[in-house]
């Protein structure tokens, strides 16, 4: 074997290395975009979940807080409409019993 061929081998020794690394290198960057858009993909479904979730709580509670404040509503309507009842009772009364009293 002479100095030349040697020289090839070497050769393409170093570009078949320089070309498997090369890529390797490729395929594990496109392996990490890949697992990264991945990682985001599901980061952001995993927020799209939560805050559709505390939307809905915060939904639910105002839903609730609007069911108590109309049946406090009610509550009071039917206590005001009870007082104002008892009022024109006793209104009633007193104007009888004033009319009708027996000398």
Not at 38 to 56: A, G
């Amino acid at each position: 074997m002479n100095t030349a061929s040697i020289v090839t081998i070497i050769i393409v020794i170093v570009i078949i290395i320089t070309m498997i690394t090369v890529t390797v290198i490729i395929i594990v960057v496109i392996i990490t975009i890949v697992v990264i858009l991945i990682l985001i993909f599901i980061i952001t479904v995993i927020i799209v979940i939560i805050v559709t979730i505390i939307v809905n709580i915060f939904i639910i509670f105002i839903i609730v807080n609007i069911f108590i404040i109309i049946i406090i509503i009610i509550f009071i309507s039917i206590i005001s409409i009870i007082i104002v009842a008892i009022i024109i009772i006793i209104i009633i009364g007193i104007f009888i019993k004033d009319h009708l009293q027996f000398d």
